[in-house]
């Protein structure tokens, strides 16, 4: 399976389905694939499906089924929500599964932190899930390469620039 199949897949497994804000879901899921095209195929391909475990009624099996590579419905499973598992620990266990699901994560942050999703949020919600976020990418940063991280938020989030600068700032030489 290509990424052009891939991306008919997500976007039929996501057909119908709004963001937060009312905007398609498809486009989320494209947009954090386009923050990982730099890295290859089977990192957008993840990124197409990243959420279609989670919020559609598909399965890692029917993915496999389908044709999506193996390593791609790993990376999918990587970042999946799983019952009674808090987002703070999922996100702790995501760093443990290697550099390309912690890529697909930060890609996916960088996205649901962008500056124009955000601004048509409640306050209260808006000010929650900022701070939310910012303590995953405190996680996840530290995980993998900063130019990797560079990369994604330059095409995801350059809004998020500011804040990889100041990290590195912080950082003993």
Known sequence: ????????????????????????????????????????????????????????????????????????????????????????EKVARITGRGRDAVLLKVADNAHNSHPDRSAQLPEEQRARLASKYRAARGILWPAVEDRDIETIVRIVNPSLLDELRERQNQEPS
């Open 1 to 88: 399976m290509n990424v052009a199949e891939v991306d008919a897949l997500a976007a039929a497994a996501h057909a119908g389905q709004v963001d937060k804000v009312g905007v398609p879901y498809i486009e989320h899921v494209r947009a954090v694939a386009a923050g990982l095209a730099p890295f290859g195929d089977g990192l957008v391909m993840s990124g197409l499906l990243h959420d279609v475990i989670e919020d559609t009624d598909w399965t890692a099996e029917r993915l496999r089924e389908a044709g999506v590579p193996d390593y791609v419905v790993a990376l999918v499973e990587a970042v999946t929500n799983e019952r009674g598992v808090s987002y703070e």
